[in-house]
């Protein structure tokens, strides 16, 4: 429990503190986003976790025990994980500037908590890992965080794990 109890501090804390010391024009080493790009990508992902951008499931019913076994385990999502319900191409950024995006993504941050709050056993449907509760959601957005943090070159400590 202490250790969901850390990506709780690191996504409401630390995510966006970090993501604000990273140049606006950051080199990725995979993937098309830059790094605006990435940090809205970032704002619609915890958009669906806080509920305000509900989707329907799109992984078979069978496959969702696999799928929510990956969640929880500490196995990192890979380079290039493909995502069906993203265009090819990245959609162009919708803020102003990159301070903006990391604006919205922490106020979206802020919601997920709040809408959870006092309810950690409600779930709100990931299209990929069917329905997930606040701790499952925290475990996600931690891994999709690192995910995209590699993508630009941010190592993540054992510590942070």
């Not at 990506?7 to 024009?25: G, I, S």
């Not at 605006?36 to 509900?54: L, Y």
């Not at 509760?133 to 070159?153: D, S």
């Amino acid at each position: 429990m202490q250790q969901i109890e850390q990506k709780k501090r690191f996504l409401k804390e630390e995510y966006v503190r970090l993501l604000r010391q990273l140049p606006a024009d950051s080199a990725r080493r995979w993937g098309k986003m830059n790094l605006q790009q990435m940090v809205e990508h970032m704002s619609a992902s915890v958009r669906v976790a806080n509920g305000r951008d509900p989707h329907q499931l799109v992984t078979p019913a069978e496959n969702i025990p696999k799928m929510q076994a990956f969640l929880m385990s500490e196995k990192q999502f890979r380079e290039n994980t493909s995502n069906v319900l993203m265009p090819e191409e990245p959609v162009p950024a919708r803020q102003p500037d990159i301070a903006a995006a990391l604006d919205e993504l922490q106020e979206e941050i802020d919601e997920l908590f709040s809408a959870f709050q006092d309810q950690e056993d409600k779930t709100v449907t990931n299209p990929f890992f069917g329905n997930l509760n606040f701790n499952m959601w925290v475990q996600l957005l931690h891994k999709h965080a690192w995910h995209h943090l590699r993508q630009f070159g941010v190592e993540q400590p054992v510590s942070a794990s």
